[in-house]
């Protein structure tokens, strides 16, 4: 016997109502699935521990985790050679992807313009603007403003008429820490001698402990009093050096102060890539993004030097006011921090 239309009715409604709310749970939890912006990172040489550059990009983006919600993913490459194979990979499953120096700089400009609906930033940024993707984000600093701050401290702190720089990689990026560094020493000093060094002309000059220990020992013996050393885990050699000679040593890019027994560590120049990172994810994930150069330096806080109780009894009251006069003039634009060494005369 047939059924009534009723209720094949009934049974209709019922079916509905049970899709209906199939599709629900469906729906919902796809919708509490979606996925965070997702940011990857790739290290410089020395990678994570450098108590530098590297540490300082990596405290911005994990502080825009934190603070944003989003995924955060970090590769350390082994060698120069996976540079680019890793931000590659990035390129793939993140949508803003950093490089972290100068080195990525050509490959970042290759990668943007290969897969133009992801993002790409360099920090030191130091390619062809002309060949610039828009998705691009190139980071410059004025390292030599810095640098001419702690010139200035040494100069006035030293208690001999030399000072020492000590490079990483011989490059323009670096070469523009020695000439700010000059020329503040010039300015603070006169007739005070500076002399200086490279590890290398590869990026391995920035991770070789040994030869920093060796470039220092030979300035120290030269009669340097102060080191300021850019130059990545280089660097740390410095700091070994200066120990054991019983001289002293400038840190840079973080307050390296801990790296060294108290006293050996007079400052650190400060090169805040943490800001600058976490800056660049704030704007990305408020749809603000635009690349092209965006360059920082004293003015826009991005450059400083370590001044505070910890060193008080070096950088003393008097040098510190010196110093923060020449902060103020260079910031006021009546002093143009050389870029290159050899205009430092």
């Known amino acids: 016997m047939g059924r009534s239309r009723r209720s094949q009715g009934i049974e209709c409604l019922a079916i509905f109502a ?9 729906a919902a939890p796809a919708a509490q699935s979606a996925q965070p912006l997702a940011v990857g990172l790739v290290f ?22 934190r603070d944003f919600g989003i995924e955060a993913l970090e590769y350390e490459p082994g060698d120069a050679s996976q540079r680019e194979p890793l931000a590659r990979r990035l390129a793939v499953k993140a ?17 943007a313009a290969q897969f133009p609906a992801r993002k790409f930033a360099v920090v030191d940024f130091v390619g062809d603007e002309q060949s610039m993707p828009a998705n691009l984000l190139g980071i410059r600093f004025r390292e030599q403003e810095g640098a001419f701050l702690v010139g200035a401290a040494a100069a006035l702190a030293a208690r001999t008429d030399t000072v020492g720089f000590v490079g990483g990689m011989d490059s323009p990026l670096i070469r523009k820490f020695e000439a700010g560094y000059r020329a503040g020493v010039k300015a603070a000093r006169p007739g005070m001698r500076v002399v200086a060094a490279y590890a290398g002309v590869t990026g391995q000059a920035f991770a070789d402990p040994a030869k920093g220990a060796e470039l220092a020992k030979a300035q120290f013996d030269a009669g340097a009093d102060i080191i300021f050393q850019a130059a990545g885990t280089t660097g740390f050699g410095v ?14 890019d973080a307050d390296q102060s801990h790296m060294a027994k108290p006293g050996v ?59 923060e006069a020449f902060r103020a003039a260079i910031v006021a634009g009546e002093i143009q921090v050389p870029v290159d060494p050899k205009s430092v005369q």
Do not use: C
């Open 95 to 111: 949508d803003l992807i950093f490089g972290v120096g100068l080195f990525f700089s050509d490959d970042f400009i290759k990668l």
């Open 239 to 252: 700091f070994k050096a200066a120990e054991e000679r019983g001289r002293r040593a400038i840190g840079v």
């Open 44 to 65: 410089s040489v020395g990678g994570l521990g450098d108590a530098s550059f590297n540490d300082s990009a990596h405290e911005g983006l994990q502080r825009a985790k």
């Open 18 to 26: 049970a899709l209906s709310a199939a599709l629900l749970d469906i």
């Open 265 to 323: 560590i007079v400052t650190s120049m400060l090169k805040n890539t943490s800001e600058t990172v976490y800056r660049a994810i704030d704007s990305f994930t408020k749809g603000e993004w635009q690349g092209g150069i965006r360059e920082f330096g004293l003015a826009e806080n991005a450059i400083d030097y370590v001044a505070n109780d910890a060193n008080l009894d070096v950088i003393t009251p008097e040098i510190r006011q010196r110093v």
